[in-house]
């Protein structure tokens, strides 16, 4: 019983980071997309 507490207990790390780091890309991906949009609004100015 005891090793499989620990089995569930590791697949909810891993998916808890999996979720986190996919966030994460997202988060870097709105950044990337609103510094391009400024950086283009700025060339055509």
Request: glycine content about 0%.
């Amino acid at each position: 019983m005891r090793d499989e507490v620990a089995f569930m207990q590791a697949v909810k790390v891993i998916l808890t980071k999996r979720d986190i780091s996919l966030k994460k890309k997202t988060d870097e991906e709105r950044e990337a997309a609103v510094r391009q949009i400024i950086n283009q609004a700025v060339v055509s100015e």
